[in-house]
């Protein structure tokens, strides 16, 4: 399937069904928070996600093309849902595939070098990258 049918397939059915369990506790995925750019609408996204530093790196499993990112890009952060806890995140920055692939555990690194995805991001917490007052658990049931 070429790249961009794949990508149209997840979008429109294969993320709503993600959606159903990302950012609980034990999911693969988290849920990005982010505004259209352009239309103000809010938009939730799964993605990969793990921690690294005081924020998080991203996998850009489709490029940097993307409309998710270039609303994060744009709004300069964005909130996460990761494992059940709700992040304030700003200052997003490329990272390169070298910082950014040991972050990720053995089994989803082979995932992301056999795709060969080579774009990646980082965001870090709203302020001292310490846990603040806007994060939050979810419940999940």
Known sequence: MP???????NKSILNPLILRVAGSPRSLFAVIHHTGRQSGKPYETPIIVEPLGEGFVFALTYGSQVDWY?????????TLLWHGRLYSLEKPEPVDVRTALPAFPPPLRFVLQRRNVQEFMTMKRQGDGKQTQGEEYVEFK
């Open 3 to 9: 790249h961009d049918r794949l990508r149209s397939f």
């Open 70 to 78: 270039r609303n994060v890009l744009a709004a300069g952060g964005c």
